[in-house]
């Protein structure tokens, strides 16, 4: 049911987790941390505007490296930006960076990523306990040199070059070469023989876009066969919303909003 929550919105950063909040006043539902695609946004998120609303604290993380946040840009920073992302919210408390008040939230959390946050949702899988959902907006499941397992229709190694070119001050980006050994699919970080056993007896909602031409079909029917085909024991649910492409934004058609909400609330 469609609820409309007392929500409010502010800065979080603390021990390298930085990001804007989502806070909705009741503390009972599952919190949900957002990992943001590459190179992200400083934008409204407006899954954390809906989910909020609705009674799902919300963390839009930016990545270490990023906007905000210190350190530097690398694969790996981004997985442990999401495990101690994860972290923080299981504690059961967040601040507000500048006020710092303190709110409750609720320690059950579940990781959400959109696009290069599904690799990176996927990836931390293998450092955290405690996550049992996983929420994929079009998301990167892995990256390889073969285009009908990755399901990318791009040459990912143009992205290294536009945010040394363009985004210098917002994206310090390092290891160069770990970034390309990542998108050809041989990081070691994010193999995934090293997280697939992490998925046994979770729950993964996949939502895609018909008309997303930037990760084809052929990415979650790969996945789901790797799935099948190691033996992992998880409940996966793809949804495609015909009119929606690769932005997350185009997936949150009404009846999308509804199917998120009982999959969160484990209807």
């Known amino acids: 049911m469609i609820m409309n929550n007392t929500t409010k919105l502010f800065r979080v950063s603390k021990d390298g987790v930085t990001g804007d909040f989502y806070f909705a006043s009741s503390s009972e539902s599952p919190s949900v941390v957002f990992l943001q695609g590459m190179p992200g946004s ?20 930016e990545y270490p490296g990023t906007f905000n946040n210190g350190g530097d840009l690398t694969p790996e920073n ?46 931390a899988m293998a450092q955290l306990k405690g996550v049992t959902k996983l929420l994929l907006f079009s ?33 310090r980006l390092a290891d160069e070469e770990g970034w390309r050994s ?7 970080y994010f193999q995934a023989l090293k997280w ?19 990760i084809l079909e052929a990415a979650s029917t790969h996945f789901q066969k790797l799935v099948k085909t190691k033996n992992v024991s998880c409940d996966i649910n793809v949804l495609t919303v015909e009119a929606g492409g690769h932005d997350y934004r185009t997936l949150l058609t009404s009846d999308m909003k509804a199917r998120v909400l009982a999959f969160l609330s484990g209807e």
């Open 42 to 61: 400083t934008k409204k998120n407006d899954a954390g505007d809906f989910l909020a609303s609705q009674g799902h604290s919300l963390l839009n993380l």
């Open 182 to 188: 990542l998108f050809e699919g041989v990081h070691p």
């Open 78 to 123: 981004c997985v442990q930006g999401a495990v101690s992302a994860v972290q923080l919210l299981q504690s059961g408390k967040v601040a507000d960076a500048f006020s710092g008040v303190e709110f409750s939230v609720s320690p059950e959390v579940v990781l959400a990523g959109t696009s290069f946050g599904g690799v990176v949702a996927l990836s």
């Open 196 to 214: 697939l056993e992490c998925l046994n007896g979770k729950k993964i909602l996949v939502v895609r876009g018909a008309k997303d031409t930037s």
């Open 139 to 171: 998301p990167v499941f892995l990256f390889s040199k073969n285009a009908g397992e990755s399901g990318l229709t791009e040459d990912m190694t143009g992205l290294l070059t536009y945010m040394k070119r363009c985004l210098p001050y917002t994206h």
